[in-house]
């Protein structure tokens, strides 16, 4: 299994950045995938998630209406588009393989991590 994210960068608050995670070695169209994040001294925390059979989504309370989860199966790969970003958005995101086709935002759940992509936002 390899997950890899990219599209990470620096970008000013109210900006707009999409990032990437691209998927290999496992069945991509039956599982669901997450992306987390993780700022400077603070615990992993899940951001959103995208199911496999019916693509339902999951945001976190903090992302909800800025940031946009989707799923290219042909291409193994999965989309988090964040609009309206703040100081606060900036982490490292990474994407991660749960073990079914649901969700889950708890990054204790998930069994599969790829290395992250910074992101930074200036005020």
């Known amino acids: 299994v390899q997950l890899q994210a990219s599209g990470g960068g620096l970008v000013q608050s109210g900006g707009s950045l999409r990032v990437s995670c691209a998927a290999s070695?496992?069945?991509?169209?039956?599982?669901?995938i997450g992306w987390f994040r993780q700022a400077p001294g603070k615990e992993r925390e899940g951001v959103s998630c995208?199911?496999?059979?019916?693509?339902?989504?999951y945001y976190a309370d903090s992302v909800k209406g800025r940031f946009t989860i989707d799923r290219d199966d042909a291409k193994n790969t999965v989309y988090l588009q964040m609009n309206s970003l703040k100081p606060e958005d900036t982490a490292v995101y990474y994407c991660?393989?749960?073990?079914?086709?649901?969700?889950?935002?708890?990054?204790?759940?998930?069994?599969?991590w790829g290395k992250g992509t910074q992101v930074t936002v200036s005020s």
């Open positions: 991660a393989l749960g073990p079914s086709k649901w969700c889950s935002l708890f990054a204790k759940d998930m069994d599969y």
């Open positions: 070695g496992f069945a991509f169209d039956y599982y669901a």
């Open positions: 995208i199911s496999s059979s019916d693509r339902s989504t």
